[in-house]
């Protein structure tokens, strides 16, 4: 079946600019999570969903960051007012409930000039 | 603050070896552990995990080695294969939440 997919694949912006990155999980799947990979890293928390809300936002790293996911499925990370220090590949997992695994996107990666 | 420290960050291993990538942890919240096997230009796939009230779990050439006294944890890829060449990250989670470890690139020689 499918498996978690990201679009875009890549994004370049300017500095001060706002993206989108939209995450579709696995078919059936209610859980959510984004994370961020910065190169030579491992990936890092930005914030997980359980259905239609944020159960833990706690990773996002300052308020230009914000996500949604309005009908328990797609999710959309929002970045406003780009840094180049947002330069990095966006993962996006999703999990069934109450269950280990997290399946990974291939993420974007977003280049901030 | 690093919770989850990986070592070595780099390993060559000649093909048909044994390749040993360890981790250690500090919050004894953690409840899984899973090792996850990165390509270039591809999203981690997990490859095996283990709860902490196992000392050992073995799938095919894949064996993770825990101690809960010590809080750590190692990954062993036996008869090692060019195809094993690929980024390792362990893992652990807590709430949902994983914490990765700074990844190890293994590199397998024919």
């Known amino acids: 079946g499918a498996g978690v997919s990201q679009t875009p694949s890549n994004k370049v912006t300017e500095k001060g600019k706002y993206v989108e990155l939209r995450c579709d999980p696995i078919?059936?799947?209610?859980?959510l999570y984004w994370y961020r990979q910065s190169l030579g890293q491992g990936p890092e928390f930005l914030i997980y969903?359980?259905?239609?809300?944020?159960?833990?936002d706690s990773g996002l790293p300052n308020d230009r960051f914000f996500a949604v996911r309005p009908e328990g499925s797609v999710s959309t990370l929002k970045i406003q007012r780009t840094e180049r220090g947002d330069s990095a590949v966006y993962l996006c997992?999703?999990?069934?409930?109450?269950?280990?695994?997290?399946?990974f996107g291939p993420g974007t990666r977003l280049t901030v000039l | 603050q690093q919770q989850v420290k990986q070592s070595p960050q780099s390993l060559i291993v000649q093909k048909g070896g044994i390749s040993i990538i360890n981790c250690a942890y500090e919050?004894?919240?953690?409840?899984?552990f899973p090792w996850y096997q990165q390509f270039p230009g591809k999203g981690p796939a997990l490859l095996i995990a283990?709860?902490?009230?196992?000392s050992e779990k073995k799938e095919g050439r894949f064996t993770i080695s825990f101690n809960k006294s010590a809080k750590q944890f190692s990954l062993h890829i036996m008869d090692s294969q060019p195809g094993d060449s690929a980024t390792y990250f362990c893992?652990?989670?807590?709430?949902?939440?994983?914490?990765f470890g700074q990844g190890t690139r293994l590199t397998i020689n024919p």
């Open positions: 997992a999703s999990s069934l409930a109450n269950t280990d695994t997290q399946y």
């Open positions: 078919s059936g799947h209610t859980a």
């Open positions: 969903f359980q259905g239609t809300g944020a159960a833990d």
């Open positions: 919050n004894t919240a953690f409840d899984y």
């Open positions: 283990i709860r902490p009230d196992v």
């Open positions: 893992a652990a989670r807590k709430v949902q939440k994983l914490v």
